[in-house]
Structure formats: C-alpha cells, structure tokens
T-cell receptor, first 115, second 116 residues
Framework: DTGVSQDPRHKITKRGQNVTFRCDPI?????LYWYRQTLGQGPEFLTY????????KSRLLSDRFSAERPKGSFSTLEIQRTEQGDSAMYLC?????????????FGSGTQLSVL | AQTVTQSQPEMSVQEAETVTLSCTYD???????LFWYKQPPSRQMILVIR??????QNATENRFSVNFQKAAKSFSLKISDSQLGDAAMYFC?????????????FGTGTRLKVLA
C-alpha cells in the first residue's frame, strides 16, 4: 500500500475564490471519506463514497461544498465562494470492506487558509 | 444520533509510566465498532486499536489496551510504558455495524504529553 495521497498539502486563497482538493485512496479501497478538522477539534464528517456512489453527506455541509469520485478511484472536493470559516484541515481517508476487520487509513490532509 | 465524548483535553505522563485516556459514547445500537486513533504532530492519523462491541474481551495491541464497558458506554485507552513517541493527539471514534452507514464519528481528542 502506498498510502492515501492528498494534493495540495497547503492552499491559501482569498475569500470568494473556488478551491479544489484531490485525494487518491489506497489501491483497491472502494470506500473514500472526506473529513474537516479545525485546530484542537476532532475530524468532522463531510461525506463518503462507496465506489463512485456518494452514499452520505453531512447535513451541516453547505451547498458550496461538492465532492465527486467519477470512476471510483480518486476523489475531488470543491469549495465554491470560500469563506474565512472554511479555513481548516481537510482530511481524506479510505477503507476496503473487510468484514469486521475494516480499518480506516488517512491521508496527511490539505490545510486550507482563506484570507 | 451517536455522539463521542472525550472529556480530557490534555493529559501528561512521565516516560515509562502508564496513562489512561477516557472516552464515552452514546448510541442506541447494540453492534458497533470503537477505535482509538493517534495523530502525531505530522497530522497523519493512524489506527491504534479497535474494539468490536459484541466481543466482551478487551482488545490489546502491544503496550496499548482498552477497557470497554458496554453498559456504561465507556471505552478508555491505557498506554503502558509510555514512550516519547506516544506524544500526540488521540481520538476516540465510533462506527455503526448495523445501521447501514459506514460513517465514523470522532471525539474532540485528548492531547497526550510525554515527559522525559
């Protein structure tokens, strides 16, 4: 396993701009998750995919957020019209269905700063 | 809705000593998984240990063990022989095994400091 890869590692943007993050899960992991983490807090669930299907999306997630996983491999998370409150670490994780042994593997995250 | 609570924002332990991190959760389900994740300063989270709710035996992984009290909805992590490399944020997490969702719910974390 090469690990979950996220790009970019850091992103600085101005308020009102759109940003897109990419996540490449571990090969053969068909579940992919996006979480948001602010300083001193735990990861907050945003959405997850099983293959290309987006199965669940947080009710707290603004319409400005959209995620895709078009071919069931990598995923993108887009934030439109960014706000200062969007500043956070965006974490991607993946897992392979393994019955009761399923484990979640995290990437290093994308740190977003909205000025 | 399920919730996970970690009431200790920060803990300290002397190197080679033992420390216990607390976690409580709320759920109406009977079958679920519980996890402890470690997030070192580099920020990549890694799994420390997992527990299946239907198993009464507490999970252990080398120096890490849990005290799972299902009736009390308590899931604490014990770290024995603490090492400097154990310093990190520790997150408790919950995932349902029956509701058809694979969402993981995390607590707010406990920062562990290891004193030399």
């Amino acid at each position: 396993d090469t690990g979950v890869s996220q790009d970019p590692r850091h992103k600085i943007t101005k308020r009102g701009q759109n940003v897109t993050f990419r996540c490449d899960p571990i090969s053969e992991h068909n579940r992919l998750y996006w979480y948001r983490q602010t300083l001193g807090q735990g990861p907050e669930f945003l959405t997850y995919f099983q293959n290309e299907a987006q199965l669940e999306k947080s009710r707290l997630l603004s319409d400005r957020f959209s995620a895709e996983r078009p071919k069931g491999s990598f995923s993108t998370l887009e934030i439109q019209r960014t706000e200062q409150g969007d500043s956070a670490m965006y974490l991607c994780a993946s897992s392979r269905p393994d019955g009761r042994n399923e484990k979640l593997f995290f990437g290093s995250g994308t740190q977003l700063s909205v000025l | 809705a399920q919730t996970v609570t970690q009431s200790q924002p920060e803990m300290s332990v002397q190197e080679a000593e033992t420390v216990t991190l607390s976690c409580t959760y709320d759920t109406s389900e009977s079958d679920y998984y519980l996890f402890w994740y470690k997030q070192p300063p580099s920020r990549q989270m890694i799994l420390v240990i997992r527990q299946e709710a239907y198993k009464q035996q507490n999970a252990t992984e080398n120096r890490f063990s849990v005290n799972f009290q299902k009736a009390a909805k308590s899931f604490s992590l014990k770290i024995s022989d603490s090492q400097l490399g154990d310093a990190a944020m520790y997150f408790c997490a919950y995932r349902s095994a029956t509701s058809g969702t694979y969402k993981y719910i995390f607590g707010t974390g406990t920062r562990l400091k290891v004193l030399a």
